[in-house]
């Protein structure tokens, strides 16, 4: 089992930065390729940015991509999720989630709570 909680949400104005921390335990952080995906009002949830497991690669939603950052430290076990620029539409509840990597969720076993983030405009 693998227990994630997220941090780091809240309110912030169109333009703005916050960064986003999942912490990791149990099972052994480096054997999980993490991922983070968001729900907003109404929508399903989708794929935001997730560091695989093999090769180390990093993938971003086209949404996202040049103001989003995902990183990880491994002797922390957290994954941060860096966002800058933020518009409206970022609105959502953030979830981290471990597993084999990729934008699809059914390849990720284990989820955070979520953590809310909205931006004003």
């Known amino acids: 089992q693998v227990q994630l909680v997220e941090s780091g949400g809240g309110l912030v104005q169109a333009g703005g930065s916050l960064r986003l921390s999942c912490a990791a335990s149990g099972r052994t952080f480096i054997n999980y390729a993490m991922g983070w995906f968001r729900q907003a009002p109404g929508k399903e949830r989708e794929f935001v940015a997730c560091?695989?497991?093999?090769?180390?690669?990093?993938y971003y939603a086209d949404s996202v991509k040049g103001r989003f950052t995902i990183s990880r430290d491994n002797a922390k076990s957290t994954v941060y999720l860096q966002m800058n620029s933020l518009k409206p539409e970022d609105t959502a509840v953030y979830y981290c989630a471990a597993g084999r990597g990729g934008w699809d969720q059914s390849e990720y076993d284990y989820w955070g709570q979520g953590t809310q983030v909205t931006v004003s405009s």
């Open positions: 560091t695989r497991l093999i090769g180390g690669s990093i």
